[in-house]
């Protein structure tokens, strides 16, 4: 649930948005990765609106599968500008490693986004979270604030995705405030930062394919390189971002189902309209 990063969907008029540009897209795909871990080789689906400020400003539909050592996932997203604020275009994003531990162990992270705002393509390769080769494009030259991504800060980090996967730790109950314990590190091919999450409640949700109990997680965003602090201020004082977690049948593993972003023109939210938790292969789509 990136939220300063280099894709989003702010106001097309950047003195109006100090969001990072990651703010909804990575977000978005933060659902998707989460959503893989179902029994051994199953297939897991969804479908999600996207809200800012009560209005739908896009969907999103993911496809996923996952075996005991290995995952793959891809997501399409449509975003549909309702006015000057909010772009219109489309996204696709997908991710593939391991999973050892509990955690996921990138492999390979591409991001393809042409929006009014802005085109990007960022392909990554990683080993044992080192990056192994990356390339964003455009290329953009520096900005005189900017602070400079190191070598140092392409190590021992996870792609955009790969910090959409929460596992609860023990042998207890999935749906706890344990979950949320965790801190992401990071690189998303311009900027690295660090996601961290916090127990906030318990609740419950129900929708098509789903319906039971959640763990709501508060976010915090850091930024550690590879961005203006001019720009990121904003993203790093803001408190109201959550993330809601629903347990993967049969795994350790919760999906993020909703995510709530507060944002300079309204509340960005992503709200599932199905899910498919470790239910035999479906595929959601957006039509085209």
């Given at each position: 649930m990136s939220v300063c990063g280099a894709h989003s969907i702010c106001p097309a008029d950047p003195g109006v948005c100090p969001v990072s540009r990651s703010a909804v897209v990575v977000g978005v795909a933060a659902l998707v990765l989460a959503a893989l871990p179902a029994r051994a080789g199953e297939?897991?689906?969804?479908?999600?609106?996207?809200?800012?400020?009560?209005?739908?400003?896009?969907?999103?539909?993911?496809?996923?599968?996952?075996?005991d050592e290995a995952y793959e996932t891809s997501i399409s997203l449509r975003l549909s500008g309702v006015s000057r604020l909010i772009a219109s275009g489309r996204g696709t994003a997908s991710a593939s490693g391991r999973i050892s531990g509990g955690r996921a162990i990138p492999a390979n992270y591409n991001l393809t986004l042409n929006t009014?705002?802005?085109?990007?393509?960022?392909?990554?390769?990683?080993?044992?979270?080192a990056i192994r080769s990356f390339s964003a494009e455009p290329e953009r030259p520096a900005a005189a604030d900017q602070v400079p991504v190191t070598a140092a800060h392409r190590q021992g980090?996870?792609?955009?995705?790969?910090?959409?996967?929460?596992?609860?730790?023990?042998?207890?109950?999935?749906?706890?405030?344990?979950?949320?314990?965790?801190?992401?590190?990071?690189?998303?091919?311009?900027?690295?930062?660090?996601l961290s999450f916090s127990f906030a409640r318990t609740d419950t949700i129900k929708?098509?394919?789903?319906?039971?109990?959640v763990v709501v997680c508060n976010a915090r965003y850091r930024a550690i390189a590879g961005h203006r602090p001019s720009q990121t201020q904003a993203m790093?004082?803001?408190?109201?971002?959550?993330?809601?977690?629903?347990?993967?049948?049969?795994?350790r593993a919760l999906l993020p189902a909703r995510i709530s972003i507060r944002t300079p023109v309204g509340v960005a939210l992503i709200e599932p309209t199905k899910l498919?938790?470790?239910?035999?292969?479906?595929?959601?789509?957006?039509?085209r």
């Open positions: 297939t897991v689906s969804g479908r999600y609106d996207i809200m800012i400020g009560g209005l739908q400003v896009g969907v999103a539909g993911l496809e996923g599968r996952i075996s009014t705002q802005q085109n990007e393509a960022i392909r990554m390769a990683m080993t044992g979270g980090v996870l792609d955009p995705l790969a910090a959409g996967l929460f596992f609860a730790p023990g042998a207890g109950p999935t749906v706890t405030a344990a979950a949320c314990a965790k801190t992401f590190p990071v690189f998303d091919g311009r900027q690295r930062y660090d929708v098509a394919g789903y319906e039971g109990p790093e004082a803001n408190r109201d971002m959550q993330i809601w977690l629903a347990p993967i049948a049969g795994t498919e938790l470790g239910s035999p292969s479906t595929t959601a789509s957006i039509s």
